[in-house]
């Protein structure tokens, strides 16, 4: 499959320029660990999400999406190669991907578009560098985490532009009323910086006639909570409902990997409320300040003449426990982390309401290259649900969805998870599985018992089903479920031939 360069397009017939043209251009915004509740479109009464809440209305909103790991890495490469975890292998955060997996950049490069990325990435290496291997044209990279600084263009362009770049990035303001206040101004944040460096890629993409790829990826909501003024002190006054506290006596009735996942390092799980507060404040206000940059980028869109030939994808890799359960963080299976907002708006073309259909995340590749007419390669595991957002025939709903984990132990040098068999001293880590249907959900940890949930009559996950006698056929028909899944996979785990993509 040759790749369409500009030479190559400035020398194209007149005919192929034109369906060219006709392709729709891709707007893909990333944000990083944001709970699917956290929407004031998803029935959050109290967070200030405007711009997002107007995309919502005129998008297919789904949901009942979900992410097939609850961790950044293997969750993004899913996503972006319509591949399950346990076939991709990338199980954990900063490791390689297998070079023969092929990443929609890739194919959509092929099929003649520019392709342009900024910000979080979580490539490894995590350089600009490898990332133009990846099948990028531009990149503006910032991963967010201080071990990758070095490689980052946004800690490189803060040195030059803020004359207290000496203070760290998600530095907090010491006595500030919000403990998460952060000590520089919102024009040199992370955020700030994606939002920019998006706009300008747009604006420079729009001037090719080319079709574009741009994939907006942000660090927030994800931890630390540092947010900056004035949004630090946006919910000051708001009260927002925390999650029941957890103890001691309850965590220990969980499976052995779910405690020691919830126990690990310094355990947060009796946190005090005040405290708890505050974070829910901060991450609202960082989601908040992410709808600010967000409803910027869709001015741009605007002002570019193309938005009406634009398919706009809102995602997240995973959501945010926030102390649900007395977990912090993700890594498990509660809805908290596995259900995943997504919005996707394409005007007069997308049917745009509320979506109840099962849906996972590796089913977005396959959906967009379908949508953007180009072919779906046949080790894509993902299910395209393009007919069912235009109103056409021939979608199959899914009965099921799963999702899978290694529960990690210990840490690497770079404070990343280890690979299960990789870990110091030969520790292993159990694998984790999990299927959901509309009613039931098992999380399966191989060796290590499990968690079954009633989610109607059980919405919050707090009654553990799973060695109840009654429910024993039901258990064993679920993992009956995971094994057909597993199995299924497999069928397509083989990598394509390149001349088959």
Not at 8 to 17: C, G, K, M, T
Not at 41 to 68: E, Y
Not at 363 to 371: F, K, S, V
Request: proline share 7%.
């Amino acid at each position: 499959m040759a790749l369409m360069t500009r030479r190559n397009f400035l020398a194209s017939p007149p005919a192929a320029l034109a369906q060219m043209a006709a392709k729709p251009d891709i707007l893909w915004i990333m944000l990083d660990q944001l709970r699917y509740d956290c929407l004031g479109a998803n029935g959050n009464r109290l967070i200030r999400t405007p711009n997002l809440d107007r995309l919502a209305a005129r998008s297919a909103n789904f949901s009942h999406a979900f992410v097939q790991s609850p961790v950044c890495v293997p969750s993004r490469v899913s996503s972006f190669t319509g591949r399950y975890p346990h076939s991709h292998k990338n199980r954990v955060n900063y490791t390689p991907c297998d070079s023969r997996e092929v990443f929609l950049q890739q194919l959509l490069g092929g099929e003649g578009y520019q392709t342009g990325a900024v910000g979080k990435l979580h490539y490894y290496p995590p350089t600009r560098e490898h990332a133009l291997t990846m099948g990028w044209d531009t990149v503006q990279l910032d991963d967010g985490v201080g071990s990758t600084d070095r490689f980052s263009d946004y800690v490189r362009w803060r040195k030059a532009q803020d004359p207290r770049a000496s203070i760290p990035y998600h530095a907090t303001v010491p006595g500030a009323k919000n403990p998460f206040r952060g000590a520089i101004a919102y024009e040199h944040t992370p955020t700030a910086w994606t939002g920019m460096r998006t706009r300008e890629t747009l604006r420079a993409m729009a001037r090719d006639r080319r079709p574009f790829f741009l994939y907006s990826s942000f660090f927030k909501p994800h931890a630390p909570h540092t947010v900056p003024e004035p949004y630090d002190s946006m919910y000051d006054d708001v009260e927002i409902p925390l999650p029941a506290s957890v103890t001691i006596e309850e965590i220990r009735r969980l499976p052995a990997p779910v405690q020691k996942q919830i126990l690990r390092g310094r355990p947060q799980y009796g946190m005090e409320r005040e405290r708890l507060q505050w974070i829910y404040r901060s991450y609202y206000a960082s989601v908040s300040m992410l709808d600010r940059e967000i409803g910027l980028i869709l001015d741009e869109l605007e002002q570019s003449g193309r938005a009406t030939n634009t398919i706009i994808v809102i995602s997240t890799d995973h959501g945010d426990q926030l102390l649900e359960h007395g977990l912090e963080g993700k890594n498990l299976f509660w809805e908290a982390s596995v259900q995943a907002p997504l919005l996707i708006c394409w005007p007069r073309r997308i049917l745009a309401r509320t979506y109840e259909e099962l849906i996972e995340m590796v089913d977005l590749a396959p959906t967009l290259l379908e949508l953007a007419g180009a072919p779906v390669p046949v080790n894509m595991q993902g299910r395209s649900f393009a007919a069912l957002v235009t109103g056409g025939a021939g979608y199959a709903a899914r009965t099921e969805v799963f999702a899978e984990n290694i529960i990690p132990e210990v840490i690497n040098s770079m404070g990343m998870f280890y690979e299960r068999g990789q870990g110091v001293g030969g520790v292993r880590h159990p694998d984790a599985k999990m299927v959901r249907t509309r009613r039931w959900k098992l999380n399966y940890y191989v060796g290590n018992g499990g968690e079954l949930y009633d989610l109607e009559q059980d919405p919050g996950e707090t009654r553990n089903l799973y060695g109840d006698p009654e429910h024993q056929e039901l258990v064993r028909d679920l993992k009956g479920k995971v094994l057909d899944w597993m199995i299924t996979a497999d069928e397509t785990d083989q990598i394509a031939p390149r001349w088959l993509l």
